[in-house]
């Protein structure tokens, strides 16, 4: 890790260790207090300026022309100055009158049902039949079929060992997730047919392979993250779903990535619950649990949009609005 170079340096490293000992991700420590470091070093920021509100202002206008980037920095710039109140360096937190940003409202990409199995379809006709590529091809296709059938995160099928595979209870154990949870998730029928197939072939032809990874990549390494990118990326332009990322107001629409498959599970299968006549409401806490949420009131965020159409409509909508201004 490089060492703070600001004048702020002692302090940042302080703060820093004192969230470690806290329990906190190093990678969630780091980059934003890093880029606070670069950014007083190269614009020579004093200690006393950066005690000062006017500052601090000046900070919140130009550190980065995403306004929830911003946000985060300032988020991370209040907590250092609250760090500090309490080993009484300093008097007061300078932020405390000092507002966030107003936020980009950010509205994921979603696949239908029908365009998740048109997906899907692709992929698996790029997967090459000899030998040398089948395997590895295949673990690519099911990687991006555990995104969409299960709600994934992309690294999550990716660091699964063969271990992590109950094939007698039909599941995967998922260890140190995005905020350091494991789960143990039930797979669709769909997802274990696949699999147990894959892990047929993969028998037959690699005996003996050694790799600890359940969708083994080259070398005894997993798959790579950017492997399954580029083939979701092609297969999104096949089907004619590619669109860019696009900002209307205060409004982002994502386009589609491979986590746009994630949300599309969640919105989904909150459709078809609501379809049995049960109130989505109600499925939260246990979809939650699924997904690996930490609150469940995250994973009611997904209620705000019901479904392709209903996004294609608001895209529609909020471009009128802004044409009519």
Same mark, same amino acid.
């Given at each position: 890790?490089?060492? /703070?170079?600001?004048? +702020?340096?002692?302090?940042?490293?302080?703060?820093?260790?004192?969230?470690?000992?806290?329990?906190?991700?190093?990678?969630?420590?780091? #980059? !934003?207090?890093?880029?606070?470091?670069?950014?007083?070093? =190269?614009?020579?920021?004093?200690?006393?300026?950066?005690?000062?509100?006017?500052?601090?202002?000046?900070?919140?206008?130009?550190? @980065? !022309?995403?306004?929830? =980037?911003?946000?985060? *920095?300032? @988020?991370?710039?209040?907590?250092?100055?609250?760090?500090?109140?309490?080993?009484?360096?300093?008097?007061?937190?300078?932020?405390?009158?000092?507002?966030?940003?107003?936020? $980009?409202?950010?509205?994921?990409?979603?696949? @239908?049902?029908?365009?998740?199995?048109?997906?899907?379809?692709?992929?698996?006709?790029?997967?090459?039949?000899?030998?040398?590529?089948?395997?590895?091809?295949?673990?690519?296709?099911?990687?991006?079929? +555990?995104?969409?059938?299960?709600?994934?995160?992309?690294?999550?099928?990716?660091?699964?060992?063969?271990?992590?595979? $109950?094939?007698?209870?039909?599941?995967?154990?998922?260890?140190?997730?995005?905020?350091?949870?494991?789960?143990?998730? #039930?797979? !669709?029928?769909? &997802?274990?047919?696949?699999?147990?197939?894959?892990?047929?072939?993969?028998?037959?032809?690699?005996?003996?392979?050694?790799?600890?990874?359940?969708?083994?990549?080259?070398?005894?390494?997993?798959?790579?993250?950017?492997? &399954?990118?580029?083939? /979701?990326?092609?297969?999104?332009?096949?089907?004619?779903?590619?669109?860019?990322? $696009?900002? *209307?107001?205060? +409004?982002?629409?994502?386009?589609?990535?491979?986590?746009?498959?994630?949300? @599309? /599970?969640?919105?989904?299968?909150?459709?078809?619950?609501?379809?049995?006549?049960?109130? #989505?409401?109600?499925?939260?806490?246990?979809?939650?649990?699924? *997904?690996?949420?930490?609150?469940?009131?995250?994973?009611?965020?997904?209620?705000? &949009?019901?479904?392709?159409?209903?996004?294609?409509?608001?895209?529609? /909508?909020?471009?009128?609005?802004?044409?009519?201004?």
């Amino acid at each position: 890790m490089r060492p /703070f170079e600001s004048v +702020m340096a002692n302090y940042l490293a302080d703060y820093a260790a004192y969230r470690e000992q806290r329990g906190y991700a190093h990678k969630a420590i780091y #980059p !934003p207090l890093i880029a606070l470091d670069r950014y007083l070093k =190269t614009h020579h920021v004093s200690w006393e300026q950066m005690q000062r509100p006017a500052f601090l202002l000046h900070l919140r206008a130009t550190i @980065s !022309p995403h306004p929830n =980037t911003t946000n985060r *920095m300032l @988020s991370h710039v209040r907590g250092l100055f609250d760090y500090l109140v309490r080993r009484q360096i300093v008097a007061t937190n300078p932020l405390n009158d000092i507002p966030p940003v107003p936020e $980009r409202y950010f509205v994921p990409f979603v696949f @239908s049902p029908d365009q998740t199995d048109q997906l899907l379809q692709r992929i698996c006709k790029t997967i090459k039949r000899d030998p040398a590529n089948f395997i590895f091809d295949q673990g690519v296709y099911l990687a991006v079929l +555990m995104l969409a059938r299960c709600g994934m995160r992309i690294n999550e099928p990716l660091r699964l060992c063969r271990h992590h595979y $109950r094939a007698d209870e039909d599941s995967v154990y998922i260890e140190r997730t995005k905020f350091r949870k494991d789960r143990l998730i #039930p797979l !669709p029928k769909a &997802v274990i047919t696949e699999l147990d197939n894959f892990l047929a072939a993969h028998n037959a032809c690699c005996p003996g392979d050694q790799n600890p990874y359940l969708l083994a990549g080259r070398n005894g390494q997993p798959l790579k993250a950017q492997r &399954v990118r580029t083939v /979701f990326h092609g297969a999104v332009e096949a089907i004619g779903l590619k669109q860019p990322k $696009r900002i *209307m107001g205060n +409004m982002t629409f994502g386009s589609p990535v491979p986590h746009s498959l994630r949300h @599309s /599970f969640a919105i989904n299968t909150l459709n078809r619950i609501k379809a049995r006549g049960i109130l #989505p409401q109600q499925a939260l806490p246990v979809l939650s649990a699924y *997904m690996g949420h930490r609150k469940y009131q995250y994973t009611a965020a997904y209620l705000k &949009v019901k479904d392709a159409d209903d996004l294609a409509g608001l895209i529609d /909508f909020t471009k009128s609005q802004l044409d009519v201004v």
